[in-house]
């Protein structure tokens, strides 16, 4: 059960009023992983560069015009590229999708690796490409908006073409938490914290708050202290 801690804040004389008392929540960030949203590859191109990585956050928003948000961290190639280009394809990955598909879009950088050599893909009209294995639609979009949100980027897009690909279920983050990802390696002899997505141990006594996986770019939120 996730305990609440109310902390009364006092003046110098030990009295509390009603204007200086508090109450402060200790939050349980884990609650987010309900919310409900898939998992897809954002691919984007600029000049003989071809680069994508995993997102969670995309939506329509209106059907008139045809319009689609996708966030994306400003730590990934794939945002610098949409930026200059204003242009890319979303791929909705399915039930069927493997876990060496997420480690190979999400788990690398485009900056370090050439992420469409030796894949299958597509290419959209747009001329991004896309894949069609593991998928079941992609979507294609031209940025109408872009909204600085602090540690990522929501491009207000319009869809430019789209196409169903199979019937297959798309992957939830719920499903691929329960029934896809390879629990994170034991982290052998080493102290500190563990990434929870994707295995990466940060070592020292404290995680600063802000931290930032460098493999999956996901928050101080995901890791856990690694107890043996």
Same mark, same amino acid.
């Given at each position: ?7 009364y ?6 009295k509390?009023?009603q ?7 200790? +939050?349980?960030? /884990?609650a987010m992983?309900?919310l409900?949203?898939? !998992?897809?590859?954002?691919t984007a191109? &600029?000049g003989d #560069?071809?680069?994508?990585?995993i997102?969670?956050t ?10 689609i ?5 400003k ?5 610098? +590229?949409i930026? /200059?280009?204003?242009?890319f394809?979303?791929?909705v !990955? ?5 876990? &060496?598909?997420? #480690?190979?879009w999400?788990?690398q ?8 050599e030796?894949?299958t893909y ?8 896309y894949?069609?294995e593991?998928?079941n639609?992609f979507i294609s979009?031209?940025?109408?908006s872009a909204?600085d949100?602090g540690?990522?980027t929501?491009f ?16 939830t ?7 896809i990802?390879t629990?994170?390696a ?6 500190g ?7 990466y ?7 600063p ?19 043996q």
């Amino acid at each position: 059960m996730h305990e609440r801690c109310l902390i009364y804040l006092r003046n110098g004389q030990n009295k509390v009023s009603q204007t200086e008392r508090k109450e402060i929540y200790e +939050m349980n960030k /884990k609650a987010m992983y309900h919310l409900t949203y898939g !998992l897809f590859i954002l691919t984007a191109k &600029d000049g003989d #560069k071809d680069n994508g990585c995993i997102v969670n956050t995309v939506s329509q928003v209106t059907t008139e015009p045809n319009r689609i948000v996708v966030a994306v961290n400003k730590q990934n190639y794939t945002h610098d +590229m949409i930026v /200059k280009t204003g242009i890319f394809n979303v791929s909705v !990955l399915t039930e069927n999708s493997k876990f &060496d598909t997420y #480690k190979h879009w999400g788990f690398q950088s485009g900056r370090d690796v050439d992420k469409v050599e030796a894949i299958t893909y597509k290419r959209a009209e747009n001329g991004v490409i896309y894949l069609a294995e593991e998928t079941n639609a992609f979507i294609s979009a031209k940025v109408v908006s872009a909204t600085d949100l602090g540690t990522h980027t929501l491009f207000l897009a319009d869809v430019t073409d789209c196409e169903v690909l199979s019937e297959d279920a798309s992957v939830t983050y719920s499903y691929y938490q329960k029934n896809i990802k390879t629990a994170p390696a034991a982290a052998d002899k080493k102290k500190g914290f563990i990434c929870t997505v994707c295995g990466y141990v940060y070592e020292g006594e404290e995680l600063p708050a802000d931290f930032i996986c460098p493999l999956c770019k996901h928050p101080a939120s995901d890791f856990e202290k690694i107890t043996q």
